[in-house]
């Protein structure tokens, strides 16, 4: 199987001209604009003897059939040579109550996995926070430089739901928990 299928004909691609040149938007303008947008956000751990994680807000659903999920990671970052060379990720939905996992898992690498996070070793080796959401263990199938970053794509193997509660968003600069929905389905697994 390979997620990097090329991509059919479509009004949009057959017979495509390039654009003409035009100059990108500014680093800062994107970033400044982009904060208006709100987002989900994930931690993505890695096994191995010494753990790796980061927080993410690019996770994306790209497929049901077969499931594959998506996010990006910094190239430069210490986290991209863990993701790179791991055989299984597992992709974490932070919950409402997680602002401060946010921030450990988005500040410094030496601080992820000490005192202030609780997390235990899955039957992959894979850290597995407490307290979110969901968790998917992904088998990474495609990974791309794109920029300064790689998206990853990953064929979901395990999904679980774990905990009942609302999900941590980040939206122009601040992380914000929002209340579960009124009359959510499922019970966790």
Same mark, same amino acid.
């Given at each position: 199987?390979?997620?990097?299928?090329?991509?059919?004909?479509?009004?949009?691609?057959?017979?495509?001209?390039?654009?003409?040149?035009?100059? #990108? &938007? +500014?680093?800062?303008?994107?970033?400044? !604009?982009?904060?208006?947008?709100?987002?989900?956000?994930?931690?993505? *751990? =890695? %096994?191995?003897?010494? #753990? &790796? +994680?980061?927080?993410?807000?690019?996770? !994306?659903?790209?497929?049901?059939?077969?499931?594959?999920?998506?996010? *990006? =990671? %910094?190239?430069?970052?210490?986290?991209?040579?863990?993701?790179?060379?791991?055989?299984?990720?597992?992709?974490?939905?932070?919950?409402?109550?997680?602002?401060?996992?946010?921030?450990?898992?988005?500040?410094?690498?030496?601080?992820?996995?000490?005192?202030?996070?609780?997390?235990?070793?899955?039957?992959?080796?894979?850290?597995?926070?407490?307290?979110?959401?969901?968790?998917?263990?992904?088998?990474?199938?495609?990974?791309?430089?794109?920029?300064?970053?790689?998206?990853?794509?990953?064929?979901?193997?395990?999904?679980?739901?774990?905990?009942?509660?609302?999900?941590?968003?980040?939206?122009?600069?601040?992380?914000?928990?929002?209340?579960?929905?009124?009359?959510?389905?499922?019970?966790?697994?």
């Amino acid at each position: 199987m390979t997620a990097e299928a090329a991509l059919p004909d479509t009004p949009a691609t057959a017979g495509a001209t390039s654009p003409p040149h035009v100059e #990108p &938007a +500014g680093a800062d303008l994107v970033r400044s !604009a982009l904060r208006r947008h709100a987002k989900g956000v994930a931690v993505v *751990t =890695v %096994g191995g003897e010494r #753990p &790796a +994680g980061f927080c993410v807000t690019s996770l !994306a659903s790209l497929s049901l059939d077969p499931p594959l999920l998506s996010f *990006t =990671v %910094g190239l430069r970052s210490g986290s991209w040579e863990a993701v790179r060379n791991a055989t299984w990720v597992m992709v974490q939905l932070l919950s409402a109550g997680q602002e401060e996992v946010a921030r450990v898992f988005a500040g410094p690498r030496h601080a992820r996995f000490g005192p202030r996070t609780s997390w235990h070793r899955d039957p992959l080796d894979l850290p597995a926070l407490d307290g979110v959401l969901a968790r998917f263990v992904l088998t990474p199938v495609s990974m791309r430089p794109v920029g300064d970053h790689a998206l990853v794509i990953g064929l979901v193997v395990r999904a679980d739901r774990v905990a009942k509660a609302g999900p941590l968003v980040h939206h122009d600069g601040t992380f914000v928990g929002l209340p579960e929905p009124s009359g959510a389905t499922g019970a966790p697994h």
